[in-house]
């Protein structure tokens, strides 16, 4: 039995505030599966379609798309002739793959694209435009069997769930590819002290030096660590593996 409006805005409300407790991107990807399915649209990714330079480029970033539809359009770089992928070029607003076919005159090669798709199984979907942190043209591309798209509120909920998932997203990329902090070896052992409720004297006893460097090596951590207090240092460096729980 297929879920009424009120049930799937709850189920996409809940699925948002699930993003933001998402601390992998395979996390992440479990906790919209279940929604983009019942709004018609099982397949989901955020992708690269154009650098900066609005060169098509295109590439996978995160999700669950059709796998083989995946590696047959970026094989064929369909995105550089596709007119639904560079209507993105124009536009920050939502848009369904049939839209952008019914507002034009498809030539051949937009036809083919279409077809080969809905051979694939995937007969319309969803693009929500984002910009990637280099500047990129990325979006959430969503895709299915049969989707509503005519009904403003699935396609609605479904751009409001594409958002916050590609933002999510890319706020866990970027974690990825941010090295994260480096503490000298003095420093975590500093720490590791701190943990065992030793004061600046005793560490500094236990470690030959002055409780005055002791305070500088602790001070210096909680600086790199973005913190404020030796406890909130201790915390952080223990969920950053930096030293033993």
Sequence with gaps: MSLTH?????????AVAALHRASTLAELDRLVAPTFADLGLPYFATARFFRRDRTADTAVLFGSFHAGWARRYAARNYAGSSQIARRM??????????????????DPQQLRIWNEARDFGVKDGLFTPLKGADGSYIAVVLG?????????????????VSAYYGQAGQRLLASVARPGPVLSARQRECLAWVREGKSSRDIADRLGISAETVDEHIAEACRRLGVRTRVQAVVEACLRALIEL
């Design 144 to 160: 299915g069997d049969a989707p509503d798209l005519a009904d403003p509120f699935l396609k609605t909920a479904a751009e409001v």
């Design 6 to 14: 009120a049930h799937l805005a709850v189920r996409a409300f809940d």
């Design 89 to 106: 070029l124009q536009t920050d607003a939502c848009y369904s793959w049939g839209e952008v076919l019914s507002a034009c005159d498809p």
